[in-house]
Protein backbone atom coordinates (compact mmCIF):
# COMPACT_ATOMS: atom_id res chain seq x y z
CA UNK A 1 0.00 0.00 0.00
CA UNK A 2 1.43 3.25 -1.30
CA UNK A 3 1.64 6.38 1.44
CA UNK A 4 0.54 9.66 0.97
CA UNK A 5 1.75 12.59 1.47
CA UNK A 6 -0.42 15.01 3.67
CA UNK A 7 2.27 18.19 4.02
CA UNK A 8 1.56 18.97 0.76
CA UNK A 9 -2.00 19.72 1.66
CA UNK A 10 -0.96 22.76 3.80
CA UNK A 11 -0.08 25.75 2.85
CA UNK A 12 3.97 26.05 3.42
CA UNK A 13 4.69 29.92 5.15
CA UNK A 14 8.62 30.16 4.66
CA UNK A 15 10.29 32.16 7.73
CA UNK A 16 12.71 34.44 6.41
CA UNK A 17 15.27 33.72 9.29
CA UNK A 18 15.69 29.97 8.26
CA UNK A 19 15.04 27.47 5.54
CA UNK A 20 12.51 25.77 7.59
CA UNK A 21 8.41 25.51 7.18
CA UNK A 22 6.90 27.50 9.81
CA UNK A 23 3.57 25.82 8.72
CA UNK A 24 5.65 22.76 10.11
CA UNK A 25 6.67 23.39 12.61
CA UNK A 26 4.99 23.06 16.08
CA UNK A 27 3.05 26.85 17.59
CA UNK A 28 4.07 28.77 13.84
CA UNK A 29 0.98 27.85 12.03
CA UNK A 30 -1.66 28.56 14.47
CA UNK A 31 -0.08 31.78 15.49
CA UNK A 32 -0.12 32.86 11.45
CA UNK A 33 -3.80 31.23 11.44
CA UNK A 34 -4.85 33.45 14.01
CA UNK A 35 -3.39 36.82 12.44
CA UNK A 36 -4.79 35.84 9.44
CA UNK A 37 -8.10 35.48 10.54
CA UNK A 38 -7.93 38.68 12.47
CA UNK A 39 -6.49 40.53 9.95
CA UNK A 40 -9.62 39.00 7.41
CA UNK A 41 -12.55 39.95 9.79
CA UNK A 42 -14.25 43.44 10.84
CA UNK A 43 -15.79 44.13 14.26
CA UNK A 44 -19.10 42.14 14.91
CA UNK A 45 -18.61 39.71 11.65
CA UNK A 46 -17.59 37.03 14.64
CA UNK A 47 -20.68 36.47 16.75
CA UNK A 48 -18.91 34.67 19.31
CA UNK A 49 -17.04 37.85 20.11
CA UNK A 50 -18.22 40.91 18.43
CA UNK A 51 -15.28 42.90 19.71
CA UNK A 52 -12.74 40.56 17.91
CA UNK A 53 -11.80 41.84 14.12
CA UNK A 54 -8.96 44.30 12.73
CA UNK A 55 -11.82 46.53 10.56
CA UNK A 56 -8.86 46.99 8.10
CA UNK A 57 -11.40 47.77 5.83
CA UNK A 58 -12.34 51.10 7.49
CA UNK A 59 -8.98 51.84 7.74
CA UNK A 60 -8.16 51.34 3.91
CA UNK A 61 -10.82 53.26 2.81
CA UNK A 62 -10.44 56.12 4.96
CA UNK A 63 -8.53 59.15 2.79
CA UNK A 64 -7.41 60.28 6.21
CA UNK A 65 -5.73 57.12 7.56
CA UNK A 66 -1.79 56.72 6.56
CA UNK A 67 0.05 53.48 6.23
CA UNK A 68 1.69 54.53 9.51
CA UNK A 69 -1.88 54.52 11.13
CA UNK A 70 -2.86 51.50 9.64
CA UNK A 71 0.24 49.35 10.79
CA UNK A 72 -0.21 51.04 14.34
CA UNK A 73 -3.74 50.22 14.27
CA UNK A 74 -2.95 46.48 13.49
CA UNK A 75 -0.19 45.90 15.67
CA UNK A 76 -2.36 46.99 18.57
CA UNK A 77 -5.04 44.51 17.59
CA UNK A 78 -3.09 41.82 17.44
CA UNK A 79 -1.17 42.27 20.95
CA UNK A 80 -5.18 42.39 22.64
CA UNK A 81 -6.19 39.22 20.46
CA UNK A 82 -3.26 37.41 20.86
CA UNK A 83 -1.39 38.48 24.75
CA UNK A 84 0.89 35.80 23.93
CA UNK A 85 2.75 37.46 21.63
CA UNK A 86 5.24 40.31 21.89
CA UNK A 87 7.65 42.29 19.89
CA UNK A 88 4.91 43.24 17.33
CA UNK A 89 5.78 45.01 13.94
CA UNK A 90 3.37 45.17 11.09
CA UNK A 91 4.39 46.97 7.94
CA UNK A 92 2.43 47.11 4.63
CA UNK A 93 4.32 46.05 1.70
CA UNK A 94 1.89 45.92 -1.39
CA UNK A 95 -1.49 48.41 -1.52
CA UNK A 96 -3.28 46.97 -4.81
CA UNK A 97 -7.00 47.02 -6.00
CA UNK A 98 -7.21 43.46 -5.50
CA UNK A 99 -5.37 42.96 -2.33
CA UNK A 100 -2.75 44.07 0.15
CA UNK A 101 0.26 42.31 1.47
CA UNK A 102 1.71 42.56 5.30
CA UNK A 103 5.04 41.54 6.41
CA UNK A 104 4.40 40.86 10.43
CA UNK A 105 7.15 40.04 12.82
CA UNK A 106 6.95 38.71 16.24
CA UNK A 107 8.27 36.73 19.05
CA UNK A 108 6.20 34.60 21.12
CA UNK A 109 7.06 32.27 24.51
CA UNK A 110 6.26 28.32 23.99
CA UNK A 111 6.53 27.21 27.28
CA UNK A 112 10.24 26.18 26.51
CA UNK A 113 11.63 29.12 25.27
CA UNK A 114 11.36 32.03 23.97
CA UNK A 115 10.87 32.37 19.81
CA UNK A 116 12.20 35.56 18.11
CA UNK A 117 11.89 37.33 15.25
CA UNK A 118 9.16 35.04 13.47
CA UNK A 119 8.17 36.44 10.37
CA UNK A 120 4.94 35.97 8.25
CA UNK A 121 3.35 37.58 5.64
CA UNK A 122 -0.59 38.21 5.33
CA UNK A 123 -2.24 38.39 1.92
CA UNK A 124 -5.83 39.99 2.35
CA UNK A 125 -7.98 39.94 -0.60
CA UNK A 126 -9.77 43.80 -0.76
Known sequence: MQKKDFSILFEKLPSSGSKTDIAMVSGYNAVVQKINHLFNTNKGELV?????????FVYLFDPIAEKPVIESKLESYI?????QLF???VS???NMP????FK????????????DNITCFIKVNT
Open 48 to 56: SDEYFGSDL
Open 79 to 83: QTFLP
Open 87 to 89: NIK
Open 92 to 94: LIN
Open 98 to 101: TFID
Open 104 to 115: VTFSYFDDVKTN
